[in-house]
């Protein structure tokens, strides 16, 4: 048994050493908010915080997180959905299908917590993740909007 502290909570999970982090928070722990896209670190759909740094899941296994090290996920980032990025998302219509936006927006968040005030380069260089609906140049602009402060006249 292992211990994981998931959004404030301490978890008992049983999982083989080198289960990805994601199939624990998913299916042991039962939040299904962090995607599974690829399952090669490459897309981004699995990205949660780990002690405040952005972290593909899929290629984490769950030995690798320590007793004390704090988890979370997109159900964690802010349960009323008041998070600047998660409320820039909802003002710009930011996501199309909205698959990888759980992901999108945890990085985009881990982004913001280092880099309060990034430029276009900055989020660029920063955010890998991948959406095949395309939808980059909102992203752009839901993280500039988060890092502003504002909301585009909603409330």
């Keep these: ?3 994981l502290n ?3 909570s301490v978890r008992e999970v049983d999982a083989e050493p080198d289960t990805p982090l994601l199939w624990v928070i998913r299916e042991q722990i039962g939040l299904t908010g962090t995607k599974y896209g690829c399952g090669i670190a490459q897309c981004g759909a ?3 915080h780990v002690d405040g740094q952005a972290v593909r899941s899929c290629s984490v296994p769950v ?3 320590g007793e004390g090290q704090r988890i979370v996920t997109i159900e964690g980032l802010s349960p009323d959905r008041s998070h600047p990025v ?11 299908c909205g698959f990888c936006q759980s992901g999108m927006i945890m990085a985009s968040a881990a982004l ?4 309060p005030k990034p430029s276009d380069d900055d989020i660029r ?5 991948i959406c095949r609906c395309g939808t980059y140049n909102r992203v752009l602009a839901g993280i500039r909007l988060a890092a502003e402060g504002g909301e585009a006249g909603r409330g």
């Design 1 to 3: 048994m292992m211990r």
């Design 6 to 8: 998931v959004n404030g």
């Design 46 to 48: 699995c990205t949660v």
């Design 63 to 65: 030995s690798a997180i």
């Design 86 to 96: 998660q409320k820039a998302w909802a003002a710009l219509d930011v996501p199309q």
């Design 112 to 115: 913001l917590a280092q880099n």
């Design 125 to 129: 260089r920063e955010i890998t993740n």
